[in-house]
């Protein structure tokens, strides 16, 4: 499973933290705008601290992650390898005239293409347009003679060159109109545009193949079709596997090539037998042999460096069986495990000294660690476009036997963050200069913190009285436990504990959390919600009620106010150690509620205070929040990785740079890593 993007800004609503540019360092995490995507850069913080094997661990890891990236593209639809060779071909032209909205309109739809390994938009699944007319287009390549390089006996469905056969298919908005078709009634693989099936194949006949093999009696069983292609061979379905010898079999061939080159420098032994079990499995297609290899990589834990690679997620099947290649290499983060060890090491600390009633508290608390990990390259279907967190392996039975590993990605996560400092929302929100620098200077930190906080302490802390059952406060029960671990977080952020632990710097850096938060909850997450509708989710409803609360108990103090300034509204706080004050209450009170299983408490106060929005206040925001033109979708530019060899070609260490740009580095991977012929049958 992926958590995405807009599930983080759920559970943190971080990313609308907000300062002034998005260059810190002079690493440079924003770069170009297209379409509705902004690309970002991550940086893979720590990659110099590894020992040399570890290095080149990571280094060959990170090629057996490109090797396969063909194998995508040929997956979201049986054109797209071609389509992609012939605008290359196009785009990199020294004859093609590179001005005019003909070629503007051309280059922005590569660019999307490229982004989405095809012809359709990566989360709608809808076909992209082209902005510049098709006779624009072939006169191109009639301008350069432009060849397909296909197979000696393959049948042309069109008279004069091969790629007519393509126009249609970028130009017709009535064929492959979707990648992935959910619209229920239709017959979902026939509409579908991605690869999965044969032509021919119906929903029915495909539901019906995989009905039979399915056993309901075996407490062990295998994803069925999950690493083939269904098609009909002589009007019989038959699976094409996806092998070093079948299917897609050069591209693997090449990914077993790197990670045999990898397992040398396998961190432990046990990742030695992960990367063997994983080869075999690319060899044999067997799906036992795939939940043998998923059994072996969710044990080893002990190393550093960790990778995923292979036939991993369902999202790209409209029948959710058929899993698109994937891949991920990456590394402890080392500094971030080191900070959740600290606060877990100091668990009953916390849970003694919290001001909730002595009866609910825990007598022996034990924190968690929180795995978060550095992204050191994405492949696959894990790029441009990204995940924030993974849990795998996906198999039911594997996960309730042998446990899942789930990680957050630190240094993607943080990557957002900071391009989000650029993006004028700070300037937009944040109510003056000086509140903008607080934000900026402890903004990120104390973010962090209050995950950790959350996650690790605030869940775990706390007991229900004898007899309570945990799912008394019913609905209510998800935004009270999530308000229960934010105010847990907020209320120690504020401690001077957490600077002689070393984890803030001072006494002024929690300022800058309280605000966000407030600032969040009482305006800036609305721009997630649609005129008229009510706050429905349980972190949404969590930071409402736990910011409107503070904001209506503290006005007799004049804690919080919701100024206005030349006509905007702004939150203004007055007094943080009032308000820290205020976060000791309610977490007092709501960990009462969850002890005691009050539900009509708990109704009274997520009802009162979390649920529904102010129209006026709502649209403000939302105005205002338009005006910034903020990309809806982002992706990543991967590092480069360069192998240095001493005079004997002896590998010495390995550089990682942050220079390559977005078509450069497209334009790279296109050449390096054709693994697939143009077509795959
Ligand atoms: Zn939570």
């Not at 990199?92 to 051309?106: A, I, L, N, P």
């Not at 509409?191 to 039979?212: I, L, P, R």
């Not at 990543?636 to 060899?645: A, G, Q, R, S």
Request: hydrophobic share 35%.
């Amino acid at each position: 499973m992926k958590l995405n993007v807009s599930k983080l800004m759920m559970i943190g609503g971080l990313m609308l933290t907000a300062c002034q540019s998005g260059v810190t360092d002079d690493f440079k995490y924003t770069d170009e705008k297209f379409a509705d995507i902004q690309m970002l850069r991550y940086k893979v913080e720590g990659f110099e601290q590894l020992t040399l094997n570890q290095k080149l661990l990571v280094y060959y890891l990170n090629e057996a992650a490109q090797a396969g990236r063909d194998i995508l593209w040929d997956q979201n639809g049986k054109y797209n390898l071609r389509i992609r060779k012939m605008l290359e071909t196009v785009y990199t032209s020294d004859q093609v005239s590179k001005d005019g909205d003909d070629w503007k309109g051309f280059e922005e739809y590569i660019k999307r293409v490229w982004f989405s390994n095809g012809i359709h938009h990566h989360y709608g699944c809808t076909k992209f347009k082209p902005e510049f007319s098709e006779q624009w287009l072939r006169d191109q390549l009639a301008l350069l003679n432009y060849k397909e390089e296909l197979p000696a006996d393959y049948v042309s469905t069109v008279e004069g060159e091969t790629w007519e056969e393509l126009m249609p298919v970028m130009f017709d908005p009535n064929i492959m109109q979707m990648r992935v078709n959910q619209k229920d009634g239709d017959d979902l693989v026939l509409t579908s545009a991605s690869n999965y099936y044969g032509e021919g194949v119906t929903q029915a006949e495909a539901e019906a193949f995989y009905e039979k093999m399915r056993d309901v009696n075996n407490p062990e069983p295998v994803m069925y079709g999950l690493n083939s292609r269904l098609v009909k061979e002589n009007g019989k379905l038959v699976e094409k596997k996806w092998t070093t010898e079948g299917l897609y079999g050069p591209a693997l061939q090449k990914v077993v090539y790197w990670l045999e080159k990898a397992k040398p420098y396998a961190d432990t032994e046990e990742q030695k037998t992960v990367i063997d079990k994983l080869i075999k499995y690319y060899q044999t297609g067997d799906l036992k042999d795939f939940d043998d290899y998923c059994i072996a990589w969710v044990q080893d834990t002990k190393g550093t460096v960790d990778f995923t690679n292979g036939f991993t997620e369902v999202y790209g099947d409209p029948l959710g069986m058929k899993a698109s290649w994937e891949a991920i290499t990456n590394f402890k983060d080392l500094e971030a495990t080191a900070r959740t060890e600290k606060l877990s090491a100091n668990a009953q600390w916390f849970e003694d000294n919290s001001p909730v009633d002595p009866r609910f508290k825990k007598e022996k608390c034990k924190g968690i660690s929180a795995k978060v990990i550095t992204a050191a390259m994405l492949g696959g279907d894990l790029y441009p476009s990204t995940a924030i967190g993974i849990n795998l392996p996906n198999s039911n039975w594997i996960r309730k036997e042998y446990g899942s590993k789930s990680v957050t990605i630190g240094n993607l996560t943080d990557a957002y963050n900071k391009a989000a400092q650029g993006n004028g929302f700070g300037e937009e929100f944040v109510i003056d200069q000086a509140t903008r620098d607080l934000i900026k200077k402890y903004g990120d930190a104390c973010d962090d913190l209050h995950t950790d906080l959350h996650e690790c302490l605030g869940h775990g802390s706390g007991k229900m009285l004898p007899g309570i059952s945990d799912d008394s406060l019913r609905a209510y029960g998800s935004t009270i436990e999530e308000g229960r671990a934010d105010l847990f977080a907020l209320y120690y952020l504020g401690d001077p504990k957490l600077v002689e632990l070393g984890l803030l710097p001072d006494m002024e850096a929690y300022k800058s959390n309280y605000y966000t938060y407030i600032m969040n909850g009482l305006m800036t997450q609305l721009v997630r919600i649609k005129p008229g509708n009510n706050i429905e989710e349980a972190h949404m409803r969590n930071r409402s009620f736990v910011s409107h609360w503070a904001y209506v108990n503290g006005k007799k103090d004049n804690v919080i106010e919701l100024v206005k300034k030349d006509g905007k509204t702004y939150v203004k706080i007055n007094d943080y150690a009032k308000l820290r004050d205020l976060f000791k209450t309610l977490l007092a009170e709501v960990q009462r509620i969850k002890s005691e299983g009050d539900f009509l408490a708990a109704r009274q106060l997520v009802e009162t205070y979390g649920v529904k929005v102010d129209p006026t206040i709502h649209k403000e925001v939302l105005e205002r929040y338009e005006k910034l033109n903020i990309s809806p979708y982002k992706g990543f530019i991967n590092p480069v990785y360069e192998l240095v060899t001493d005079k004997d070609g002896k590998p010495t260490d390995v550089k990682v740079t942050y220079t390559e740009g977005y078509a450069e580095q497209m334009l790279r991977y296109s050449r390096d890593y054709a693994t697939l012929p143009l077509i795959n049958n």
